[in-house]
């Protein structure tokens, strides 16, 4: 949009929404807006082309995550390789932290409450959250 002219005849659709997708926040991290999201009661990462002038973005990908949980993005957390850390929680999956890679768009978790595991000896992978 030209700051000069910011009459609302002049604005741009960047991100296209739905009464189901909700926007919480963004983020412009290594040439890429990353776009925080709850869709369904359930929290969500999208990945688009960096900001491209004064067209509609392009979606790169919408990031596979663990489960049906709520992320909370640590903007001052981005770390080395174009990636950056977010936690994650569930009802079936305690809060751990995640890193993003935005060129391969590859998650991998690589914190865990590992107290927390191995003294109840629980197992996220024997419960499962539905959305009905």
Do not use: C
């Amino acid at each position: 949009m030209d700051v000069m002219v910011p009459g609302e005849q002049n604005w741009v659709t960047l991100i296209e929404g739905d009464e189901n997708f909700m926007i919480e926040s963004m983020y412009y991290m290594y040439g890429k807006l990353v776009v925080s999201y709850q869709k369904n009661s359930a929290d969500g990462i999208r990945v688009y082309n960096g900001l491209n002038g004064i067209k509609a973005l392009e979606l790169i990908s919408e990031v596979k995550m663990p489960g049906r949980g709520e992320i909370d993005i640590h903007t001052g957390d981005t770390i080395a390789d174009n990636a950056f850390v977010f936690s994650y929680i569930s009802y079936t999956v305690p809060g751990s932290y995640y890193r993003l890679d935005l060129d391969s768009i590859k998650l991998e978790r690589f914190y865990r409450n590992k107290a927390f595991f191995d003294k109840t000896g629980y197992k996220e992978d024997e419960y499962i959250d539905e959305y009905i």
